[in-house]
């Protein structure tokens, strides 16, 4: 079965975040001055095969503590479904 994870990495509580900062000194540029705070992450698709939920999840606990994110800095969590693009033949 194919999954899909959507793997949300962010900074933790605390640690600086320059280009939030920067982001938010951008938006406040641009008008929007009630913009108090901004904080950066990344989010990853991922699509890999596992047998069953609980082989997918694993994996992508694996995978979130051994390279997505730094567990020192950052946080990750994700959402995991089926990959419905492979079942209706969806390319993208």
């Not at 949300?8 to 108090?36: C, K, M, N, W, Y």
């Not at 503590?65 to 800095?73: D, F, I, T």
């Amino acid at each position: 079965m194919r999954w899909l994870a959507e793997v949300h990495v962010r900074l933790r509580p605390g640690i600086a975040d320059p280009e939030g900062q920067t982001i938010a000194g951008g938006l406040r540029s641009l008008g929007f001055e009630d913009v108090a705070e901004v904080r950066a992450g990344k989010l990853l698709r991922v699509m890999f095969e596992a047998a069953d939920r609980a082989s997918a999840e694993a994996a992508v606990a694996q995978m979130c503590s051994r390279l997505l994110a730094n567990p020192v800095m950052e946080t990750a969590d994700w959402e995991l479904t089926v990959d419905e693009s492979v079942a209706v033949g969806i390319e993208s």
